[in-house]
């Protein structure tokens, strides 16, 4: 069965500080993968996708970019946090070439400060 | 341009009502798709259900139920005898079909079953 990791599950970082994020996929292959940030209190807002390795499509300008070095994980980085950046960010995966369900990771809480 | 519409923000019921979420939508494809999630306290996303715009079937499972009518483009989610387990945030969203589909939210209905 497939399994989708996100780590660390909870951060507390400085503005100005650097973010790395990592999300991992298990059990499937050439998924689409997806990171999603949810604000306080707000719906869901797709930041990027990506149907292979190194193919990165960015949904919203920002401080914050994408990297998929490997079919199977999916990583988002910043070079200097905002204190806008905080929030709630899940990574999903779906079937690499249906229009299906997205399956999501446990997420990773992100303050701020 | 895909629109889905959870015009409920917050629902209060006791435990064993049964309680009823709407979802509307708005596509001009022909094909699409229709879900449902449930974002417990926990935070993690929890993929309930899909449905295919070519299937009109009604579907049970347990106490969820699912109403899914083209004609006035609406996927409304029962739950019934609601229990304090089914308080969370429940989300209704609709994709295109095919490899870069993408999928469009609503805003969400954060649900509280009081016991």
């Known amino acids: 069965s497939q399994t989708i990791h996100q780590w660390p599950a909870t951060l507390v970082q400085p503005v100005g500080s650097p973010l790395s994020l990592e999300c991992t996929v298990e059990g499937t292959s050439n998924p689409n993968l997806y990171w999603y940030r949810q604000a306080a209190g707000r719906g869901l807002q797709l930041l990027f996708y990506s149907v292979g390795i190194g193919q990165i499509s960015s949904e919203v300008p920002q401080n914050l970019s994408a990297s998929r070095p490997q079919d199977r994980q999916f990583i988002l980085s910043s070079k200097k946090l905002l204190l806008s950046d905080s929030g709630f960010y899940l990574c999903a995966w779906s079937m690499g070439d249906r229009g299906y369900e997205q399956y999501f990771g446990p997420g990773t809480r992100l303050t701020v400060t | 341009a895909q629109k889905v519409t959870q015009a409920q923000t917050e629902i209060s019921v006791v435990e064993k009502e049964d309680v009823t979420l709407d979802c509307v939508y708005e596509t001009r494809d022909t094909t699409y798709y229709l879900f449902w999630y449930k974002q417990p306290p926990s935070g993690e996303l929890v993929f309930l259900i899909r449905?295919?715009?070519?299937?009109?079937q009604n579907e049970i499972s347990g106490r969820y139920s699912w109403n899914f009518q083209k004609s006035t483009s609406s996927f409304n989610f029962t739950i019934t005898a609601s229990q304090v387990v089914d308080s969370a945030v429940y989300f209704c969203a609709l994709s295109r079909p095919g490899a870069n589909s993408k999928l469009t939210f609503g805003k969400g209905i954060t649900l509280s079953v009081r016991p």
């Open positions: 449905r295919n715009s070519f299937d009109e």
